[in-house]
């Protein structure tokens, strides 16, 4: 809808189409999402699971959170052998933390492991209802064998109560991407790094990728995940981003407030530069 009153607007005044790109680049910035990870935090709420409160890693996520700059908590859950020699979120620590933060801000539980399936379902004895709303499941495409089971895998997570994302992996193709898969999901998840390994650098070959995938599919929300700062924020942005996860740029600064807000003044400056 927002895309389609650019056109018209454009059409209205006489706007060029680079000013039309630019209009359609800010209604992007206006619903820009950010999500935390709190992937680098996971050892320190592990240790404390039985006192997540008395935990630093907690106080410093619920000062973010409170600052009404976040619309959602990223947990990126691991296994092997989809992320090789790495356990990331323990079901208690999903459970904890759901029961902590659901009534904060929305979740996005990221389900970078073979059997995603197996993993919902043991949230399922845990989230009620009426809270699946609150949070998006998120599923790699290297999960599945097939396009059929992929969809099918979506469409389960929807089933259950709650959005659907897809995530692709940096070196894995761009086609099997496919435009079912793609459909049947709510957001798509670029990784702009390989998955598995918080504080990676941004690579720049994601940014054509991002440029692609919103190309192909401009009615679905596009999310990066991946070496996110004030400064690569704005290039997924150009490139058609309209939702980012962002872990350790924050969440290892020795300000992780003031880093927060930077993100959010990138934004805001992105959105002021764009304005016809």
Not at 29 to 56: A, Q
Not at 65 to 88: A, C, E
Not at 138 to 156: C, H, L, N, P, Y
Request: proline share 4%.
């Amino acid at each position: 809808m927002k895309t389609y009153l650019s056109v018209v607007v454009a059409f209205i005044y006489g706007v060029t189409s680079e000013q039309n790109l630019l209009v359609y680049q800010l209604n992007s910035v206006m619903s820009m999402s950010i999500s935390l990870s709190i992937l680098e935090y996971e050892p320190e709420l592990s240790r404390n699971i039985n006192n997540l409160r008395e935990s630093w890693a907690f106080t410093n996520i619920m000062k973010l959170v409170k600052t009404g700059r976040l619309s959602s908590i990223h947990i990126d859950v691991m296994r092997p052998p989809l992320i090789p020699n790495k356990t990331k979120f323990s079901m208690d620590l999903i459970r904890k933390l759901y029961e902590e933060f659901i009534k904060e801000i929305n979740l996005n539980v990221h389900l970078m492991v073979s059997d995603p399936l197996s993993i919902l379902e043991e949230m399922n004895e845990f989230i009620i209802g009426d809270d699946r709303v609150k949070i998006m499941v998120t599923v790699q495409v290297e999960s599945f064998g097939s396009e059929e089971e992929a969809v099918r895998a979506i469409k389960d997570v929807r089933r259950y109560g709650y959005k659907a994302g897809i995530g692709l992996n940096l070196p894995t193709p761009e086609e099997n991407l496919t435009e079912s898969i793609a459909e049947a999901a709510d957001i798509i998840l670029v990784m702009s790094v390989p998955m598995g390994l918080g504080g990676q650098k941004y690579c720049s070959e994601a940014t054509d990728r991002i440029r692609k995938i919103s190309k192909r599919f401009p009615n679905k929300i596009i999310e990066v995940d991946g070496g996110i700062n004030p400064e690569t924020i704005v290039e997924a942005l150009r490139a058609g981003a309209r939702g980012v996860v962002i872990g350790s740029y924050i969440t290892l600064s020795n300000n992780p407030i003031e880093a927060l807000l930077k993100i959010d003044n990138a934004i805001k400056s992105l959105k002021a530069h764009s304005i016809l």
